[in-house]
Antibody
Framework: QLQLQESGPGLVKPSETLSLTCSVS??????????WGWIRQPPGKGLEWIGDFTHTGDTYYSPSLTSRVTISVDRTKNELSLKLTSVIAADTAVYYC????????????WGQGTLVTVSS | DIQMTQSPSSVSASVGDRVTITCRASQDISSWLVWYQQKPGKAPKLLIY???SLQSGVPSRFSGSESGSDFTLTISSLQPEDFGTYFC?????????FGGGTKVEIK
């Protein structure tokens, strides 16, 4: 059974960099049938797609975040990472990592989510 | 970007009622439409992919359909455990986009 687990600081100061890691177990992050990505949800609001990392190493980002975001994979650790620079209060959200399955390209496995608050 | 307009924003229904939620895409997305259910404090759960394919383990009272650029999620007989917020997502092209969500409450 595939499992995803996010980890990282719960509090980040404005203008600093938000860094999260998603540990994947029960399957390989190098699978050719999967994309891996990040989605966030501000408190009480809807879902926002941040970006995807494909099995070929390509990355796709939200146009509103592309200048500040980097998604990468550490194949040796089976981990996905997210870096978001120059954070502001509006970046406060629950951050989820998720797998997108080639079958319908839907997010079929999700981490439990981690709340990141941007505040001084 | 493809905009997904979801309606209604909330619905209150009784156990046994039929509930329908709609998403309209601003461009052609073929059948590249996904539905999720989210309960408070939890990650979203995949219900339907490719507009009408039921994810394994999801009760058959959930179904998806499409008509042109309109996509519908139907709960044929609402159950107490179906409360939560439902989101659609287009996966036709980047950037991926979600609908605004529909909160389903049990009367």
């Amino acid at each position: 059974q595939l499992q995803l687990q996010e980890s990282g600081p719960g509090l980040v100061k404005p203008s600093e960099t938000l860094s999260l890691t998603c540990s994947v177990s029960g399957g390989s992050i190098t699978s050719s049938s999967s994309y891996w990505g990040w989605i966030r949800q501000p408190p009480g609001k809807g879902l926002e797609w941040i970006g995807d990392f494909t099995h070929t190493g390509d990355t796709y980002y939200s146009p509103s975040l592309t200048s500040r975001v980097t998604i990468s994979v550490d194949r040796t650790k089976n981990e996905l990472s997210l870096k978001l620079t120059s954070v502001i209060a509006a970046d406060t959200a629950v951050y989820y990592c998720a797998r997108r399955n080639r079958n319908g390209w839907s997010n079929d496995y999700w981490g439990q989510g981690t709340l990141v608050t941007v505040s001084s | 970007d493809i905009q997904m307009t979801q309606s209604p924003s909330s619905v209150s229904a009784s156990v046994g009622d039929r509930v329908t939620i709609t998403c309209r895409a601003s461009q052609d997305i073929s059948s590249w439409l996904v539905w999720y259910q989210q309960k408070p404090g939890k990650a979203p759960k995949l219900l339907i992919y490719a507009a009408s394919s039921l994810q394994s383990g999801v009760p058959s009272r959930f179904s998806g359909s499409e008509s042109g650029s309109d996509f519908t999620l139907t709960i044929s007989s609402l159950q107490p455990e179906d409360f939560g917020t439902y989101f659609c997502q287009q996966v036709k092209s980047f950037p991926l986009t979600f609908g605004g969500g529909t909160k389903v409450e049990i009367k």
